[in-house]
């Protein structure tokens, strides 16, 4: 099921053509947002589904959703249904949700299952490495040449990265690791594969999948738009956070409690250094989640998108280990912080989407200093939708100036107190 073969509706898309992308391959003091349709667009949103969800790691949940044992995730990716769970020695295995007898859906929706994943249909079962183990009364019916190891369940590769959980249908798609580059080893300090899961919700938005990401990646609008987090999150302290891979990111260092303690309510996790300690790291992870890494805690958006102009939000509160018995009190503090201004995100965004939509709308400028974020996502999905696949090198430094942001007083360095620009250097050329 390789990405390439997906490719049926390319041939008659302008933007399968580098044409189409012009504006965003420009350099970034010249470079211009997207077109309406990119939004808007049903034909686009399909060629989208094949060239973006269907060969990039896209997220599927967060790590402790496998638990307990047999729980398995149903998941739309690329326009292919999976079934998610773990194997007899505890792996991780996916596989397209669809029966090898006759194709019908195996499962509808997330559950717990025993031994044996089995077709309601005609009653064929699978084990949890996805070999078919038993066809009642099929072999009595005198079929020739049947062999079962032949009809076992199309595999799709799935890894965990950190605390969150990936699939891809590419089956020639670099690791997770390598998609996304130099963000595990700057994460390191946080140790967020151990970090678990405190609360959950979801909720439906009416805007397209990209102007979620964008308007989480951007702080242009920051203090019009969120005037209480603008006090924690001072548009002053934000820096560059990204290096080679497939994110978008930016830091807030120092995160400001003089004002406001929502996020000091909840004691931060052990072992930080100075830099995690004092910053909060906002990390848009290409194509579909957004990830806010404070030292105490971890607020996750998985974005769903549900067609063009509606996206489904899955909204995750993760905590590190020692934070067993935070009151509800404390943790309500935080929760609603980040409630109230996620809602006000929704807000503008849905209105950004009625604005998209109702025409007479041509691509501006982007801003240097708030929106480099979004120049580097643009090129990210140009790439996948021209059939590029690459992954991009970034900025060289955390510690240099960018279009007017300063310098970070608290630059990530590596555990050998590198700057990021040595680590860079090395890993590209390792």
């Known amino acids: 099921m390789s990405a390439s073969n997906q490719f049926h509706t390319a041939a008659a898309s302008p933007w399968t053509s580098e044409d189409a992308w012009i504006g ?5 003091l010249e470079a211009h947002a997207l077109p309406a349709a990119v939004y808007a667009d049903q034909d686009f949103y399909a060629l989208e589904s094949e060239r973006v969800f269907g060969t990039s790691w896209v997220c599927i949940g967060v790590a402790d959703e496998m638990r307990p044992e047999g729980q398995v995730m149903v998941r739309d990716i690329g326009g292919l249904s999976i079934i998610v769970t773990m194997d007899t020695q505890g792996g991780l295995r996916g596989f397209a949700n669809s029966c090898r007898h006759r194709g019908t859906r195996l499962i509808e929706s997330d559950c717990t299952i025993g031994r044996t994943i089995r077709c309601p249909y005609h009653r064929w079962g699978y084990d949890r490495d996805g070999n078919l183990i038993s066809t009642p009364q099929f072999a009595d019916a005198g079929v020739d040449g049947f062999d079962p190891a032949d009809f076992g369940l199309h595999p799709v590769r799935v890894e965990q990265w950190e605390c969150l959980l990936f699939a891809t249908l590419d089956h020639d798609a670099p690791s997770v690791e390598e998609w996304f580059g130099d963000l595990g080893r700057r994460l390191s300090g946080y140790r967020l594969e151990s970090w678990r899961t405190h609360d959950s919700t979801m909720l439906d ?3 397209n999948w990209k102007l979620i990401t964008e308007n989480f990646q951007e702080y ?14 001072r548009v002053v302290d934000h820096y560059r956070y990204q290096g080679y891979g497939m994110y978008c990111g ?4 120092p995160i400001t409690n003089d004002e406001r303690g929502d996020w000091a309510a909840m004691p931060p996790a052990e072992g930080l250094d100075h830099s995690d300690m004092a910053s909060g790291r906002f990390i848009a992870l290409f194509p579909n989640v957004m990830l806010s890494v404070l030292p105490n805690h971890v607020f996750v958006i998985r974005l769903e998108p549900l067609g063009p102009g509606i996206t489904r939000e899955h909204c995750t509160w993760l905590l590190p280990p020692g934070s067993e018995n935070v009151t509800d009190e404390d943790f309500a503090v935080t929760h609603d912080f980040w409630i109230h201004v996620n809602g006000e995100d929704v807000g503008i965004v849905e209105r950004n989407q009625r604005g998209l939509g109702t ?25 996948r939708m021209t059939g590029l696949s690459r992954i991009p090198d970034g900025d060289p430094s955390d510690d240099l100036p960018l279009y007017g942001t300063g310098v970070n007083p608290l630059p990530w360095r590596d555990t050998h107190g590198r700057p990021t620009r040595e680590v860079a250097a090395h890993e590209r050329h390792a």
Not at 24 to 28: G, L, M, T, V
Not at 250 to 253: D, E, I, R, V
Not at 365 to 376: I, K, T
């Open 359 to 383: 025409g007479g709308y041509t691509p501006g400028r982007l801003s240097p200093r708030f929106e480099e974020p979004l120049h580097r996502f643009h090129n990210m999905l140009a790439d």
């Open 220 to 233: 242009y609008h920051l203090p019009w738009i969120h005037p209480e987090l603008a006090k924690v999150s």
């Open 205 to 207: 938005i009416r805007a």
């Open 250 to 253: 930016q830091t807030t260092t």
């Open 24 to 28: 965003s391959r420009r350099p970034i």
